[in-house]
């Protein structure tokens, strides 16, 4: 389970994870996903850079 609070006024980001290791990346990969699929061109390109520019420079899967 993953619960996220988020107050961009006071810029801060609050989650908390709870579950198995394969449970909790089933869940954020859906969540990706999610963000993806609901893009348009040409933000999906750009998000799908982003995201393995940070994979491949070690901002995620550290």
Known sequence: M???K???KKDICEIEV???IAEITNEVANIVENVYVTLD???KALYK???I???KEGQ???
Do not use: Q, S, V
């Open 2 to 4: 993953i619960k996220a």
């Open 6 to 8: 988020l107050d961009h």
């Open 18 to 20: 709870r579950g198995k």
């Open 41 to 43: 061109e040409p933000y």
């Open 49 to 51: 850079r982003a995201l």
């Open 53 to 55: 520019t940070a994979i």
């Open 60 to 62: 995620l899967l550290e």
